[in-house]
T-cell receptor
Framework: DGGITQSPKYLFRKEGQNVTLSCEQN?????MYWYRQDPGQGLRLIYY???????QKGDIAEGYSVSREKKESFPLTVTSAQKNPTAFYLC??????????FGPGTRLTVT | RKEVEQDPGPFNVPEGATVAFNCTYS??????FFWYRQDCRKEPKLLMS???SGNEDGRFTAQLNRASQYISLLIRDSKLSDSATYLC????????????FGTGTRLQVTL
């Protein structure tokens, strides 16, 4: 079955630690995205990548980093520089007509 | 003014009712439009793309009004399983294509 997977589903970290969230897709999509969702807010774009070895900052990239070494994979690192890292993180990939398909998300809690 | 605005609701409707949501957008150059459904603590799932001529998928009908810059989603014969948050998504193109998510309209269908 084609789809997008994210792991882990829940993640707990202490403040000051970097953490990497995994995102893998086998839909053969070129474009991949990372969003965060906070309660009562819309999805906000962190980073996106339209092709392997290239990525662009979204609206709230500060404190985050990404890599795109393979078409299937787009991991997101939440660094200690991110001021409010606790959130629901969603990865997506899209068709050329921008229809986006989301993974199940990772709930990150930093204390 | 927000780029994409939705009434947060909740819309509480009885099973079998017809319900409609609107979503307004501010960028007149917006090119593509989508409706997503998001269940509580889950990822958004694509419900339908919105075409200029309007489109229907079973009990769901989407319309686009470019002159007034809004899209609508009509749900006929509401089911309990339709209870969810409905997200409006707008694609704007320019120097870079950008997808903007609304904060969603919550629908609660009751017996």
């Amino acid at each position: 079955d084609g789809g997008i997977t994210q792991s882990p589903k829940y993640l707990f970290r202490k403040e000051g630690q970097n953490v990497t969230l995994s995102c893998e897709q086998n839909l053969n999509h070129d474009a991949m995205y990372w969003y965060r969702q906070d309660p009562g807010q819309g999805l906000r774009l962190i980073y996106y990548s339209q092709i392997v070895n290239d990525f662009q900052k979204g609206d709230i990239a500060e404190g985050y980093s990404v890599s795109r070494e393979k078409k299937e994979s787009f991991p997101l690192t939440v660094t200690s520089a991110q001021k409010n890292p606790t959130a629901f993180y969603l990865c997506a990939s899209s068709t050329r007509s921008y229809e986006q398909y989301f993974g199940p998300g990772t709930r990150l809690t930093v204390t | 003014r927000k780029e994409v605005e939705q009434d947060p609701g909740p819309f509480n409707v009885p099973e079998g009712a017809t319900v409609a949501f609107n979503c307004t957008y501010s960028n007149s150059a917006s090119q593509s439009f989508f409706w997503y459904r998001q269940d509580c603590r889950k990822e958004p799932k694509l419900l339908m793309s919105v075409y200029s001529s309007g489109n229907e998928d079973g009990r769901f009908t989407a319309q686009l009004n470019r002159a007034s810059q809004y899209i609508s989603l009509l749900i006929r014969d509401s089911k309990l399983s339709d209870s969810a948050t409905y997200l409006c998504v707008v694609l704007s193109t320019g120097t870079a294509s950008k997808l903007t998510f609304g904060t969603g309209t919550r629908l609660q269908v009751t017996l």
